[in-house]
């Protein structure tokens, strides 16, 4: 889970999304907070939390230049109290590094996510619980900069480091995200092997991990070619009373544009929706810009997804009406706790960008440049099963 999902679901007071002024208005407010705290030198644990919260209303606003400000001072200011204050300083780093993520920053990403999680090993202990949670960042981020090997042998060694330290479940949960991104890599084999070590780390009666033993599984049938590997799976899957639904199948992202470079969604949220293997071209919009939408809808308690909306965005949206057909498709295991027949309300934030680099035309000045990618993340209540 990223931090900028775990901060959004404390800040989640209802399944249904606040309008869009009421989110800018909260921007502002915790804007105002935070500047109050500076006038009057606030402890720094109380400066920090200020400066999360300003940044994380700023992201959810779409003001994504302002969010990465926010952080950013804030991690000059209080990157000193790092051995005091190792888990509020790491939080702070890892939302910075989320945030420039979205906004296509790799330089910025690439150095936060690395130092968010030194600063735990170094002041908790490598093997401390809280630095093997934060480790696995270091693999996210490779999977998201594209490096999938690399990203293996971050997740290898973690996974070696949890079972030696004595956290099996945690290793358990490390060996299925390498199962997963063997499929990103068509490695079906090693992804079944991954698959039933993780299962086997986890327990065979621990139920939520034969549950996501059996969706991996079926990934690698349908990824050979068993189209009705799903319609087995769904037949008996169920979700355990009072967990969140999980992402069963997805179609490939459609087309955006015309006339541009291909690129696809990017990253650990986007191949959680089994999207690394659709092309996108790039929309015909000005590559210095970044265009968002926030997509809602239900997942029924059959597993369906329905009503699909775009609820704001930077623009009007035209360009993301073909995810809505893609969002439709899904589907995710059935629910057991929903007898009002409602369902679970999902948000999802789309950004579409260039990367930012240093190298525009040969300028030092840091600008956008080259082809334009998909960001996915969760904003709703909870985070898909894969």
């Not at 779409?62 to 204050?85: C, D, E, I, M, W």
């Not at 999680?117 to 490598?126: A, Q, Y």
């Not at 060996?175 to 780390?201: C, K, Y």
């Amino acid at each position: 889970m990223s931090m900028i999902i775990a901060l959004l679901l404390l800040q989640t007071e209802a399944t249904i999304p606040q309008d869009n002024q009421t989110i800018i208005v909260t921007a502002r407010r915790s804007q105002e907070i935070l500047a109050e705290c500076l006038a009057r030198a606030c402890p720094p644990a109380e400066e920090i939390e200020a400066a999360l919260d300003a940044g994380v209303d700023h992201f959810r606003a779409g003001n994504y230049r302002q969010a990465k400000a926010v952080l950013a001072r804030a991690v000059t200011r209080n990157r000193r109290h790092a051995a005091s204050l190792p888990e509020p300083v790491s939080t702070l780093l890892a939302t910075y590094a989320d945030v420039a993520r979205q906004d296509g920053d790799v330089r910025i990403f690439r150095h936060a996510t690395r130092e968010s999680v030194t600063i735990l090993r170094e002041h908790r202990g490598e093997n401390s619980l809280t630095a093997l949670h934060a480790g696995r960042r270091i693999g996210d981020s490779l999977v998201v900069l594209g490096q999938l090997r690399s990203a293996d042998d971050a997740y290898t060694s973690l996974q070696a480091r949890a079972l030696a330290a004595g956290y099996p479940m945690i290793a358990a949960d490390i060996a299925f995200q390498r199962a997963q991104l063997a499929i990103n890599m068509n490695r079906f084999d090693q992804a079944l092997r991954l698959t039933n070590e993780g299962q086997a780390l986890a327990g065979v009666e621990n139920r939520s991990a034969r549950a996501r033993a059996d969706v991996l599984r079926t990934r690698v049938a349908t990824g050979r070619g068993d189209t009705a590997a799903v319609d087995r799976l769904l037949a008996t899957l169920r979700a355990a009373p009072g967990t969140r639904p999980i992402l069963v199948f997805a179609p490939p992202f459609p087309d955006l544009g015309e006339g541009g470079p291909e690129t696809r969604p990017q990253g650990v949220d986007s191949s959680t929706l089994l999207s690394l293997t659709g092309p996108l071209n790039n929309p015909l919009s000005l590559n210095n810009s970044v265009d968002w939408v926030d997509i809602g809808f239900w997942i029924r308690p059959d597993g369906s997804a329905a009503d699909a909306a775009i609820l704001r965005g930077s623009t009007r949206g035209e360009w993301a009406r073909p995810l809505l057909r893609q969002i439709a498709q899904r589907r995710y295991s059935r629910t057991e706790d929903q007898a009002d027949g409602s369902g679970f309300y999902r948000v999802e934030r789309y950004s579409l960008r260039a990367p930012i680099t240093l190298d525009r035309s040969g300028s030092r000045i840091a600008g956008r440049a080259g082809p334009r990618t998909l960001e996915v993340v969760d904003l709703s209540s909870f985070e898909d099963g894969s």
